[in-house]
């Protein structure tokens, strides 16, 4: 039978066409009853021949055929296309950190295994999670999608070996096995040509920050399945960050530091994106997300949500060495500077404006002697274009009449000086000398940390502050660190705060209490 050219003599020697042509249609009208049957009949057979092709080779289209409910968004084509190239064999190493709620383990744990096993029905997966429930949970929801009609449509000639019942240990009609584990269990005996781990970290060992739960688990993973990956295998993380010491921390720190370790490829995908936007808008609107951020302890949300953990490994300026301000008015304060580290104003959008306010003020020491000490007034940070970093600088000074304003004079601060000059507020520009990089400047500063004399009061802005300092210098963004330094040093280059191991110095007489409340 030949309709609009096409000979049908078969579903699996014809060529598919893209859209059903109207021609066809019309063409099928004027056949007799019988021949119009059978017709009909082989366009149902191609239509579902096309579907099956389209999900055995895209997997995302994999996914929108098994997974009804689907909303989709531009994260899950990152993750399909990196999918892909695992199980095409061209990527054996691959790591995605992502949020909580955005699909993670859907992808990873239920939708990916089968489509492997769709294709290679005689290989092996070694399915992990935090927890061996959570495992077997997973190699459950896998094991009834194989059983599924909507999947054998897929792969037809795919389906479970007759005695497969075990929910975490069963295998294919092509010898194909898989086994789910938990973190800490054993797999003595099993083989991997996909290895899948799925969060193994629990909510409860992330929140401790004991470095050695980290530790123990790259331990379990180096000398249990890691050892039991077949050759050619692949292994897949997926995980939501932690620590800087959590598995994906050690495992790309042992691939720089080890030569002929794993390369990796590592997918990050914070819940808000470096340009303002939600990672999954389609689902998780940015309102929401804000809302949360805000609620949520900020090294809480930079960690799982953005996937940026900081550390206290190599920081500079610790956490605990900041002092906490209980009370909910600030000291009066005898002198205050506020500063400025601005950002370009054009094509760099990703990068913050920042302003710190900062006081002097005394109080007694442990001699019972007044002795200088500082404290974070204000922190606000920003993306913003030039007319709104003039009108914000106007609005912090007029807010708070500093005694000393500085702006650093690069990329947007050098206009930013010239107008508010213009304006009538005295700007003081801070030029770094030569060699006097980022480091170096939070290293002068951070004998005031040790010392005992910084404080902060008990909110939202002034933690993002003290994250910003605990994470530097690995932190994507350190905007607040460089307007606090530039505060600090002005204050220590000025005497404010001397320090038992400064010289000893004349001492300076301040004529003005600032006016700022």
């Avoid at 609009?4 to 109207?22: D, L």
């Avoid at 009909?40 to 929108?64: I, M």
């Avoid at 307007?483 to 404010?496: C, E, I, M, Y």
């Amino acid at each position: 039978m030949v309709i609009q050219g096409i000979e049908f003599k078969g579903v699996s020697t014809f060529q598919y066409v893209p859209t059903m042509n109207p021609n066809i249609l019309n063409q099928i009208k004027n056949l007799d009853s019988v021949e119009k049957a059978e017709m009909l009949d082989l366009l149902e057979e191609w239509e579902a021949a096309k579907k099956r092709e389209g999900s055995q080779n895209n997997f995302l289209t994999f996914v929108q055929e098994m997974w009804t409910a689907f909303i989709h968004g531009k994260h899950h084509e990152i993750m399909a296309e990196a999918f892909e190239k695992v199980v095409k064999g061209d990527l054996k190493r691959l790591i995605i950190n992502m949020p909580p709620r955005h699909t993670k383990s859907e992808f990873a744990s239920y939708l990916l295994p089968a489509w492997f096993l769709g294709q290679y029905p005689e290989k092996k997966i070694i399915q992990t999670a935090h927890t061996a429930e959570l495992a077997v949970g997973f190699g459950r929801k896998v094991r009834n999608l194989v059983n599924n009609n909507d999947f054998k449509d897929v792969f037809p000639n795919v389906s479970l070996q007759a005695d497969s019942k075990a929910a975490g240990r069963w295998n294919t009609n092509k010898g194909g096995e898989y086994f789910a584990i938990g973190v800490g269990g054993a797999v003595t005996g099993k083989g991997a040509d996909l290895l899948i781990i799925d969060d193994p970290h629990s909510e409860q060992e992330g929140a401790s920050g004991d470095v050695n739960v980290f530790n123990r688990t790259y331990e379990w993973y180096t000398s249990g399945p890691r050892q039991r990956l077949q050759p050619n295998g692949a292994i897949v993380v997926v995980m939501t960050r932690w620590h800087q010491r959590d598995l994906t921390g050690q495992v790309i720190d042992a691939s720089i530091k080890r030569g002929g370790a794993d390369q990796w490829e590592v997918i990050e995908l914070p819940a808000i994106l470096p340009s303002g936007e939600a990672l999954w808008s389609e689902f998780w609107k940015l309102e929401e997300l804000e809302a949360l951020r805000a609620e949520l302890p900020n090294s809480k949300w930079q960690s799982q949500y953005q996937q940026n953990p900081t550390s206290e490994e190599g920081a500079l300026v610790k956490r605990e060495w900041w002092q906490t301000w209980e009370e909910r008015d600030p000291p009066e304060c005898e002198f205050v500077i506020q500063s400025w580290d601005t950002a370009f104003m054009k094509n760099q959008r990703a990068d913050y404006s920042a302003c710190t306010t900062w006081g002097v003020f005394y109080r007694e020491n442990d001699e019972g002697m007044l002795a200088p000490n500082v404290i974070l007034l204000d922190a606000y940070k920003a993306r913003l274009e030039f007319p709104e970093l003039k009108v914000k600088a106007v609005e912090k000074h007029s807010q708070y009449k500093p005694d000393a304003f500085i702006v650093e004079a690069k990329a947007a601060g050098m206009p930013l000086i010239f107008e508010l000059r213009q304006a009538g507020i005295p700007v003081q520009e801070y030029t770094p000398s030569r060699g006097n990089d980022k480091i170096s400047r939070v290293n002068a500063v951070s004998d005031l940390f040790s010392s005992g004399v910084v404080w902060c009061p008990e909110t939202r802005w002034a933690e993002e502050v003290v994250e910003e300092f605990a994470g530097f210098p690995n932190v994507e963004h350190d905007d607040l660190v460089d307007s606090s330094t530039q505060a600090l040093l002005r204050f220590r280059q000025g005497g404010f705060i001397p320090l038992p191991s400064d010289e000893e110095d004349e001492p300076l007489e301040h004529n003005k209490v600032a006016d700022y409340y």
